[in-house]
């Protein structure tokens, strides 16, 4: 319970440090910064957790690309640049509303 509570609070530090980051560099350039990192960490951690059956296989790459553009990259890149017009309670409010839209969204079209 300990570890979920401060998970939580790492996330909720995330707002308003990426309001402050935004003086400084655009949005699209930390997106870009904090993705690159954190998938050289995770490529690291697999590689020498299992680096006997460590492959990507070549038909996985443009699936991997989507996710990566769309999934990820765009959705936090789009979060940064509201934390750029509006102020932090108001983007972390809609941030954290989206997968109750996501499940009405799903409800209602399918």
């Known amino acids: ?8 609070a790492l996330f909720a530090t995330s707002f ?6 935004m003086n400084f560099v655009s ?7 904090r ?4 998938g ?3 490529l690291a951690y697999e590689y020498y957790r299992s680096s006997a059956q460590f ?21 936090y890149a789009l979060r940064l640049y509201a934390l750029r017009v509006l102020p932090v309670w108001k ?3 809609f941030y954290n509303l ?4 996501t499940a009405l969204y799903a409800f209602l079209l399918f």
């Open 91 to 93: 983007v972390s409010f």
């Open 16 to 21: 308003p440090m990426g309001k402050y980051l």
């Open 35 to 38: 993705m690159f990192c954190a």
């Open 55 to 75: 492959q990507l296989p070549r038909k996985h790459f443009w699936t991997f690309a989507q996710i990566i553009i769309f999934g990820m990259y765009g959705t």
């Open 1 to 8: 319970m300990t570890f979920i509570i401060v998970l939580q």
């Open 27 to 33: 949005p699209l350039f930390l997106s870009g910064t």
């Open 98 to 101: 989206s997968p109750f839209l």
């Open 40 to 42: 050289t960490i995770l």
